[in-house]
Nanobody, 125 residues
Framework: QLVESGGGSVQFGGSLTLSCVLS????????IGWFRRAPGKEREFVAS????????EYADSVKGRFLISLDSAKNMGNLVMYNLKPEDTATYFC????????????????????WGQGTQVTVSS
């Protein structure tokens, strides 16, 4: 299973760190992705990292403000979010994709097999 934590409420320009802990998997060969769903909108890609942690992808809307990382030894993925804006308000989900080539970080929602329940991030202006 995947369990997210670290969500909360912050003001415009604030920072938050989301964490995603994986448990119950026998393989450490996985890519991690973060997605979000804002009220009334479809779930969208935010960031991803390959299992070697040397390839990352970011949505244009968060590039330069969010930083994704992966600690395979701890089975944990993190998403550090800086300079948060009200439009970042959403439920954030982490997801894992196993046995993906290390040559790329997946961005397609359908590539990810396992999902967390989500954690709420609210940014006030």
């Amino acid at each position: 299973q995947l369990v997210e934590s670290g969500g909360g409420s912050v003001q415009f320009g604030g920072s938050l760190t989301l964490s995603c802990v994986l448990s119950g998997f026998t393989s450490d060969d996985y890519a991690i992705g973060w997605f979000r769903r804002a009220p009334g909108k479809e779930r969208e890609f935010v960031a991803s990292i390959n299992w070697n942690a040397d390839k990352t992808e970011y949505a244009d809307s968060v590039k330069g403000r969010f930083l994704i990382s992966l600690d395979s030894a701890k089975n944990m993925g993190n998403l550090v979010m800086y300079n948060l804006k009200p439009e970042d308000t959403a439920t954030y989900f982490c997801a894992a994709a196993f046995h993906i080539s290390s040559a790329w970080a997946p961005t397609n929602e359908g590539t990810f097999e396992f999902w967390g329940q989500g954690t709420q991030v609210t940014v006030s202006s």
